[in-house]
């Protein structure tokens, strides 16, 4: 019975790269919500989506950034040209349905840019 | 303008006591409530949760109680015990299109815990 999957757990990007980050849901959720965690800081949400669907991306930066949950495969966190404030550790979480459910976290992706 | 606050960064309890960790939200929209522990390293681990309507929820050495007049809730860990230390984490979610925030939860700062042998 996997958890929340992620991959990869670490990755080094240099200013102006890009950084793709994926999430694999737990068995049967179908929502996928994405956090950023910066330093000595709580987690942030950023993007709630559903299978081809994002519901909720008000906590997304405006520019640069985009996440997508395609019908097949993985969720996938993009992060164009990225800088060195985009330094953090991204957490992404899934629930079977919306409302009050319980969110189950994976390991995280560490993002460092140099 | 942060809507859930940890105000203790960190806790030191001796093994065997109880520790209680507190926690304060502004948003009268959130009606549901979770503790998430944290190791370094690792994403965040479910512990307990409780909604709106209720005042307290138990789980073996875990106990979350909610004082909605106050806006506040905080989490029992009886009898603490070194694999307790962690962050603790404490987030609320409001309904979808209240217009109370948005969809995701919303986190505390967190509480460095850490129990003493």
């Known amino acids: 019975n996997a958890g929340v999957m992620q991959n990869p757990r670490h990755l080094v990007r240099r200013r102006g790269q890009e950084a793709r980050l994926r999430c694999s849901p737990m068995?049967?959720?179908?929502?996928v919500y994405w956090y950023r965690q910066l330093p000595e800081e709580g987690l942030k949400f950023m993007v709630y989506l559903q299978k081809e669907n994002i519901i909720d991306e008000s906590g997304m930066p405006k520019e640069r950034f985009s996440a997508e949950f395609p019908k097949e495969g993985p969720s996938i966190l993009r992060i164009q040209q990225v800088v060195r404030g985009d330094s953090a550790a991204y957490f992404c979480?899934?629930?079977?349905?919306?409302?009050?459910?319980?969110?189950?976290f994976g390991p995280g992706t560490r993002l460092l840019v140099l | 303008d942060q809507q859930v606050k940890q105000n203790s960064p960190s806790l030191s309890v001796q093994e065997g006591r109880i520790s209680i960790l507190n926690c304060d939200y502004t948003n009268s929209m959130f009606d549901y409530f979770l503790w998430y522990k944290k190791y370094p390293a690792e994403g965040p681990t479910f512990l307990i949760s409780i909604s709106s309507i209720k005042d307290k929820n138990e789980d073996g050495r875990f106990t979350v109680f909610l004082n909605k007049s106050a806006k506040h809730l905080s989490l029992h860990i009886v009898p603490s015990q070194p694999g307790d230390s962690a962050v603790y984490f404490c987030a609320a979610s409001a309904p979808q299109y209240s217009g109370g925030g948005a969809d995701g939860l919303t986190f505390g700062k967190g509480t460095h815990l850490i129990i003493q042998p």
């Open positions: 068995k049967g959720h179908s929502h």
């Open positions: 979480a899934s629930s079977p349905g919306q409302g009050m459910e319980t969110q189950y």
